[in-house]
Structure formats: C-alpha cells, structure tokens
C-alpha cells in the first residue's frame, strides 16, 4: 500500500520536482472530479502545507489524503 501511495505521489508529481506544487494538486482534484475555484485550491494546499514552504512532501500529501478520504491510505 505504501508503495502504491509513492507511486500515486509520483504520477501527481507531473514535473518530477520531487513535491507537490498547487496546480499539480489542483489537476488531481480535478481528476477525482472536484472543480474548485482557484481560492479554494489555494486554501486545500495551505493547509496541507504543514511547513509552509510552498510544496507538499510525500508526508504532507498523505497526510491530506488520510484527513480528506479515509480509509483509502493504510
Ligand atoms: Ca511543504
């Protein structure tokens, strides 16, 4: 499951950056079907960005995903 998870991060990660930048987020959003305005994507990435560096790290991505879907990270 874990390495579906890194797998999953990687396909999101479309620049290879090695992190998730907000309109990489905002292309998965829209891929689960969520349309959000671009506040809104803003606000998601703010809060998951725990350290405030403008990226979200594998652990700040799976912590989101774990808050906002449960039961679909182990
Ligand atoms: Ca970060």
């Known amino acids: 499951m874990k390495m579906k998870f890194q797998a999953a991060f990687k396909a999101i990660d479309t620049n290879k950056s090695g992190f998730i930048e907000c309109n990489e987020l905002e292309a998965v959003l ?11 994507v803003r606000s998601v990435f703010k809060a998951a960005d725990l350290n405030g560096d403008d990226k979200l790290s594998i652990e700040e991505y799976e912590k989101l995903v774990r808050k906002a879907m449960p039961g679909t990270v182990k």
């Open 30 to 40: 829209k891929t689960l079907g969520v349309t959000l305005s671009q506040e809104q």
